[in-house]
């Protein structure tokens, strides 16, 4: 009699990939959560206007159809990537358009007061930014931003729609091969709950420890 462990080595593969996916579009979706959630803060009107229209754009479309037009509209003006490049670039694109709002309300969450201090201590605005805003507004950006990365996670699953055999392709594929529909999706499911453990993990682990190095910072 066949065992659920036979099905594992073609799964473990496929959960290969979407570890991948998701450690690559998260240093992606950071970058332009980043850059677009300063950007919606700054004094400039037109930078402003374009972090807000990236936000809009990336919030309010569906993700499919964000990967198709990476996939398969791009090419035509030139700009072709690999199949795994362009699920990590329009996923990391997509969450980063979300975490972009998690890094402003962060930052503008920030009591006002350490803002007027910076500025009797004569710190630059870059350096104000750098040394007192940012590494206050990091602890409330974690929570918000570990439930992207879970949903980063998850999303992988799309890039199935573009030839890439992540976790649940994989399955799809077992399925048609083996019909064991039970065992496959059981497994599937422990695997993305396994692989959604040290994210959450991670984030209540960083958060704790930066919480606790202002808290010296400040009593110091």
């Known amino acids: ?16 990939v979407t570890v991948q996916l998701t450690l690559l579009g998260a240093v992606v979706a950071a970058f332009f959560s980043l850059v677009a959630g300063l950007a919606r803060l700054s004094s400039n009107r037109a930078v402003r206007a374009i972090a807000a229209v990236y936000v809009e754009i990336f919030r309010g479309t569906s993700a499919i159809v964000q990967i198709f037009f990476f996939f398969y509209v791009l ?4 700009l072709s990537l690999p199949a795994f490049l362009t699920g990590v670039f329009a996923l990391g694109i997509n969450v980063g358009a979300y975490g972009s709002e998690v890094v402003r309300a962060a930052i503008l969450n920030v009591d006002r007061g350490q803002r007027d201090a910076a500025v009797a201590l004569n710190l630059t605005r870059a350096a104000t930014m750098r040394l007192v805003i940012l590494p206050q507004a990091l602890v409330a950006m974690l929570p918000p931003f570990g439930n992207l990365l879970i949903e980063l996670l998850k999303g992988t699953s799309l890039v199935s729609l573009i030839t890439i055999t992540e976790l649940t392709f994989a399955g799809k594929l077992l399925l048609r091969a083996e019909g ?6 059981v497994l599937v499911l422990l695997l993305y709950f396994v692989m959604a453990l040290p994210i959450t993990w991670s ?7 930066l919480s606790r190095g202002l808290h010296l910072g400040r009593t110091g």
């Open 180 to 185: 064991r529909r039970d065992e496959i999706y």
């Open 1 to 16: 009699m066949s065992s659920p462990l036979d099905l594992l080595p073609q799964l473990l593969a496929g959960a290969a």
């Open 203 to 209: 984030v209540r682990w960083a958060e704790r420890r």
């Open 75 to 78: 090419p035509i003006t030139g």
